[in-house]
């Protein structure tokens, strides 16, 4: 059975590709945070929900997911997950440390700069 991933948001393509690579690939097709009503139908047939800082992921989405393994957050926090409902089900729970280093750095200088 092919492990399916869905994405709340758009994510630059390479990283698309990349993923389509390993597994099956749903994405909210629209240029908006995904409305919790479609979030919930999505996640019905999920093993793993790659999710932004604006998504909430509480008890009720969780339990929403049967299949459900893995919450990726596209972001440095985690304050959107309901990590130790996460936790208590089996979900592994990750984010992306360090991801906004850089990008703070260089405003930092820009600001110093200006």
């Known amino acids: 059975m092919p492990v399916n991933i869905y994405l709340t948001r758009r994510i630059p393509q390479p990283a698309i590709d990349l993923l389509s ?5 749903s ?3 629209h240029d908006r945070n995904v409305r919790r009503a479609e979030l ?3 996640l019905k047939d999920a093993d793993a929900l790659l ?3 604006t998504d909430s992921i509480d008890r009720g ?4 997911a049967p299949r459900l393994r893995c919450i990726c957050n ?6 959107n997950i309901d990590v130790a409902y996460a936790t208590e089900k089996g979900i592994a729970v990750c984010n ?8 703070t750095a ?7 700069m200006s």
Do not use: K, M, R
């Open 40 to 42: 919930l139908e999505h």
């Open 74 to 79: 596209n972001a440095v926090g985690y304050n």
């Open 27 to 29: 994405i909210n097709p």
């Open 61 to 64: 989405v969780i339990d929403s």
């Open 51 to 53: 999710c932004q800082l």
């Open 21 to 25: 690579s390993y597994f099956e690939v």
């Open 106 to 112: 260089d405003l930092a200088w820009a600001l110093i």
């Open 96 to 103: 992306t440390p360090g991801v906004l280093t850089e990008a």
